[in-house]
C-alpha cells in the first residue's frame, strides 16, 4: 500500500504542522478512510477490520512532547513494540511513521489472552439476540465448564460466555461416541477407501476417584460397579487414507481381563459394520490382558 507521500513536502517531520500534515498523508490507506481523531494534541489513528467490529486491527497514537512527535503502538488490543526502530517511541521522519503502519498492518499476535480479550469486546458490543459463539469460544467455556460449574456460573456474570444451557445441549448431543448416529455422521461422508480402519485398544492408568459433576457421578467401574476405577479401557478407531481418527468407547476398569475386554470389544465393530465401515486391523500392546483378550 502506497501513501499520499506527495502531498507533504519533505521527509523531515515538523512538530508545528505535524496534525494538519498528518491528517493530508494519512487519511486514506489502501483505499480505506481511516479513523483519525484530535484529541487535545494527541492524534489518534485507527485502522478497522470490519466497520461493525468495536476494536480496531490497530491503533496509532502520536504526541507533540518538546517538539519531538512520541507514538505508542497497538494491535487489536495489546500495547506492542516496533523492533525495527529498536523499540523506541519517537520518530523524526515521515518515511519511519509509514514503516509503522505498515509494520502494524501485517502483524498477527498469536497470544491466547489477546485474541479472548478481543473476542469479549466484540461479543460485549453484539446485541444479545446477535450473539454466535465461535468454536473457540466453546472450547474456552468448556474448559472452565468442566473444571467447576460454580466457576464458570461466575465468569458469565462477568464475561459473555454461551449458556449451561448449551454447553449441555452439546454435551448431550457428542456424549454417546459409539451410537450408530455418529457413527453414521462420519463415515457416511467419506469415500469408500477412508472406510477402511483399524480399532485401537488401549488401557489407561487412572488415579482412583469419586467425583460428582453436573448431576452425574463417576468412579465406580464398569466390570466391578461396587468398585472404583483404577484404569480406563479405550476403543479408539483410526481411518486409513488420511481419514479421521476417533475415540469410540472409554469404560473405567477396576480388574480389566481379557473375557471383559473381548465382551466391550464386540459391542463396537458391530456398530461400525453397520456404517459400512470396514475394520481391517486391531491394535493393542502385548500385555498379559491383550493375549488373553486375541486367545478368545
Known amino acids: 500500500c502506497s501513501m499520499n507521500s506527495n502531498l507533504v513536502s519533505g521527509d523531515k ?9 498528518f491528517k493530508i498523508k494519512y487519511r486514506y490507506y489502501c483505499g480505506v478512510e481511516l479513523d483519525i481523531l484530535n484529541r487535545g494534541g494527541t492524534i489518534l489513528l485507527a485502522m478497522h477490520r470490519e466497520r461493525t467490529v468495536a476494536v480496531a486491527k490497530w491503533t496509532l497514537e502520536f504526541t507533540i512532547i518538546d517538539d519531538k512527535v512520541e507514538f505508542v503502538c497497538y494491535s487489536s488490543l495489546a500495547r506492542i513494540s516496533i523492533p525495527f526502530l529498536r523499540y523506541k517511541t519517537r520518530v523524526s521522519y515521515w518515511s519511519e511513521v509509514t514503516e509503522v503502519i505498515n509494520f502494524l498492518d501485517h502483524y498477527e499476535e498469536e497470544n491466547p489472552r489477546f485474541l479472548f480479550l478481543y473476542r469479549q469486546v466484540a461479543l460485549l458490543n453484539t446485541p444479545r439476540n446477535g450473539v454466535v459463539y ?13 473444571y467447576s460449574t460454580k466457576l464458570y456460573n461466575i465468569l458469565r456474570e462477568q464475561l459473555k460466555l454461551p449458556s449451561l444451557r448449551l454447553l449441555r445441549s452439546l454435551t448431550n448431543a457428542t456424549g454417546k461416541l459409539s451410537s450408530d448416529t455418529f457413527l453414521t455422521s462420519v463415515f457416511s461422508t467419506l469415500e469408500p477407501r477412508k472406510r477402511l480402519c483399524s480399532v ?21 467401574a464398569a466390570d466391578y460397579p461396587e468398585t ?21 468407547g472409554l469404560l473405567p476398569c477396576s480388574n480389566l481381563n481379557g ?3 473381548y465382551d466391550m470389544y464386540l459391542k463396537f465393530p458391530k456398530s461400525l459394520h453397520e456404517t459400512n465401515a470396514r475394520v481391517i486391523a486391531v491394535l ?10 486375541f486367545n478368545k
Open 13 to 21: 517531520i515538523v512538530a508545528d504542522t505535524f496534525s494538519t500534515e
Open 134 to 146: 465461535t468454536s473457540g469460544d466453546i472450547c474456552n467455556a468448556f474448559q472452565w465448564y468442566c
Open 200 to 220: 485401537i485398544i488401549d488401557e489407561i492408568h487412572v488415579k482412583q476417584s469419586l467425583q460428582y459433576h453436573g448431576g452425574t457421578v463417576f468412579g465406580p
Open 228 to 248: 472404583l476405577a483404577s484404569t480406563v479401557l479405550a476403543f479408539m478407531v483410526n481411518c486409513l487414507f488420511g481419514g479421521p481418527a476417533f475415540v469410540i
Open 259 to 261: 473375557t471383559f475386554q
Open 284 to 293: 493393542c500392546d502385548d500385555n498379559s490382558v491383550n493375549r488373553k483378550f
